[in-house]
């Protein structure tokens, strides 16, 4: 490879500068003398050193480098035009690299298959919803304990309920003298949650934008690579950050006190304990068939409780059979042995695993 010529480039900067004025006045004349026909400078116009400089310094930011320079300066030589030459690092895989805009998602949700029904999705959020969008599959080894449990005419809630994929099949299961309870804060998932409610024409659906928790208030709502979560708004998610706030209610204070509930569906990467401890009344006044997820880590940090407290409150509800459902190992039947649901993802090397639960 030939040395870097940087003298000349040294000579070249030193030309712009001198002849800076006179460049600018040459190329006003340039431009009045093609105002009649064009707003444009004749595009076969030969390139500079100048010129070369330039797209260097305005292009890609930066001086010329002893590897493509020699390439350029041969172009320059041969006669290259301004335009083909500006042409040539525009599209050049650097410039793009740098420069390119970022692609834009969708103004609302896209249409998809999810576990056989035709949905709406948000624009992904998690890797999980990622994982969703792509294959268009839901927790499918839920399907069976779901399908045996849901029965006409049954009242069901769903609690962070996302674009709605239990809640439009909870629906047609439970029929048209069932009811259907979807809790959404996030503003865009409870859009598309909107909707498919509206395209499955699924009036026994109430869709309501409450976050649940242990307590009427403001809480944000957390998103990370696997996990979309919520915690207590602080001081810097209000003025700093950019996590959603919502407001939260208790399951307890949204439902009539007279009224059964017979299934209750959640998952929220740790904040479960607090949804449910919202819902003291209703666990104890109906004990209502439950698919929850048991994540110990994600308890901890996001409902800031030990994870013994989270199964201690259903034991206390009256909740005293389990079974376990994981996507590799099918139903694991654990009884009444909450303790061996406690011990099974250590068991299983796993950070969450998915169970069902009912009283005797």
């Known amino acids: 490879m030939s040395e870097f010529p940087m003298e000349i480039w040294r000579e070249a900067v030193s030309e712009i500068i001198a002849n800076d004025n006179a460049r600018m006045v040459e190329l006003e004349a340039m431009w009045r003398a093609n105002e009649a026909d064009s707003n444009e400078i004749n595009a076969d116009l030969p390139a500079t050193l100048a010129d070369l400089w330039n797209c260097y310094r305005l292009l890609l930011n930066r001086i010329p480098d002893p590897i493509g320079a020699p390439h350029h300066l041969e172009c ?25 805009q970022p692609v834009q998602q969708p103004d609302g949700p896209t249409r998809t298959q999810v576990n056989g029904l035709d949905l709406y999705l948000p624009a992904p959020q998690t890797s999980v919803e990622r994982t969703v969008r792509e294959t268009g599959r839901h927790k499918p080894h839920l399907a069976g304990a779901i399908a045996s449990v849901l029965k006409q005419g049954m009242y069901v809630v769903d609690i962070g309920a996302g674009a709605g994929a239990f809640a439009v099949h909870a629906a047609r299961k439970v029929g048209p003298i069932g009811r259907v309870v979807a809790l959404e804060p996030h503003p865009e998932k409870m859009r598309a949650l909107l909707a498919n409610v509206t395209a499955h024409a699924l009036d026994t659906v109430d869709v309501l934008p409450f976050a ?116 590799e190992k099918g139903a694991i039947d654990l009884g009444s042995d909450v303790g061996a649901l406690a011990a099974l993802p250590d068991r299983l090397e796993t950070d969450r695993i998915d169970f069902y639960a009912w009283s005797a």
């Open 76 to 100: 320059v030589r041969d006669g290259i035009s301004v335009h083909n030459l500006v042409k040539h690092f525009l599209f050049s895989q650097e410039h793009l690299t740098r420069y390119r």
């Open 212 to 327: 649940a928790a242990d307590g009427d208030g403001f809480i944000a709502l957390v998103t990370s690579d696997g996990v979309a979560s919520a915690r207590d708004a602080s001081f810097d998610d209000l003025t700093n950050g950019d996590a959603p706030i919502v407001y939260a209610r208790t399951l307890d204070s949204i439902i009539p006190t007279d009224q059964r509930v017979d299934f209750i569906v959640i998952a929220l990467d740790g904040f479960d304990y607090r949804a449910l401890a919202g819902a003291r009344d209703i666990l104890t006044r109906w004990r209502p068939h439950l698919i929850a997820e048991y994540a110990p880590d994600l308890l901890r940090e996001y409902s800031g409780v030990d994870p013994a407290d989270y199964l201690r409150l259903l034991s206390q509800a009256g909740y005293c059979r389990f079974t376990a459902i994981s996507p």
